[in-house]
């Protein structure tokens, strides 16, 4: 697998950027790694269907690419959803005795994929990448918390650059260029979170937080609605 190589300017994490900003990007990639909208222009989406379809029509036959403009309009989707846990409670699917459970919601026609995760009690993913791919986040029930992480050098472990908590109903941006992450979910109640992948991947890298030490890691879905998709122990698999 090719190694991704990330630009100085992209790496460069100074501070850490409130989980309030909602400033449009100005590169390729946001330079905001998290995003709640102050303001959304579009009107709310009820139903997890209608957000596919929104979705579909948005990314049309490219995904997500590099067009900032399409990036700031898929976010404001994932955000203008309200669907009721009765809407996605059919995809939030959990398998007891592991750390995450991964269900795929829908396959994007190839261009994307949106899954939706459900987190064990006090269970955490690695820290990892996204295989050069565009990861939104919406957190629909419970709290989890994102470790923010510098590319590591050669041999060296990946530096905490933050911490924050992800509110209900926010969402959150990450890609490469912007570095590396964990997620976790520190309560003693399961949590629920919506992703969306563009260009969907089957391959990813996980770090050891400790000794820097890189893993390639499958992280593939099931292609079925409303069924779950675990890896086994789920302790390094993460999409």
């Known amino acids: ?67 900032p403009h399409t990036v700031r309009l898929v976010r404001q ?15 939030a699917i959990y398998k007891p005795g592991t750390r995450y459970t991964r269900n795929l919601v829908d396959d994007g026609n190839g261009k994307y994929n949106l899954l939706m995760l459900v987190w064990g009690a006090d269970q955490e993913s690695p820290i990892h990448d996204h295989a050069n791919s565009h990861c939104m986040m919406r957190l629909l029930e419970g709290r989890l918390d994102e470790a923010l992480y510098k590319w590591p050098s050669k041999d060296e472990a990946p530096r905490l650059v933050c911490t924050r908590p992800l509110r209900e109903e926010s969402v959150a941006y990450m890609h490469d260029r912007i570095g590396l992450h964990r997620i976790s979910n520190p309560e003693a109640h399961r949590a629920v979170s919506l992703h969306l992948y563009s260009p969907p991947y089957d391959m990813c890298k996980t770090f050891d937080a400790r000794t820097g030490h890189v893993e390639a890691s499958s992280c593939t879905a099931e292609r079925l609605h409303g069924v779950c998709s675990q890896t086994p122990g789920s302790s390094i698999t993460l999409i």
Request: some cysteine; overall charge negative.
């Open 77 to 91: 989707l994932m955000h203008s959803y309200t669907g009721s846990k009765s809407d996605w409670s059919q995809y």
């Open 1 to 67: 697998m090719q190694d991704f190589v990330p630009s100085t300017a992209s790496v460069a994490l100074q501070e850490c950027i409130p989980c309030t900003s909602a400033e449009p990007v100005q590169d390729t990639t946001p330079s905001t790694t998290r995003a709640t909208f102050v303001q959304d222009p579009r009107p709310s989406i009820h139903t997890m269907s209608d957000l596919i379809a929104q979705l579909n029509t948005c990314m049309g036959d490219t995904g997500l690419g590099t067009d």
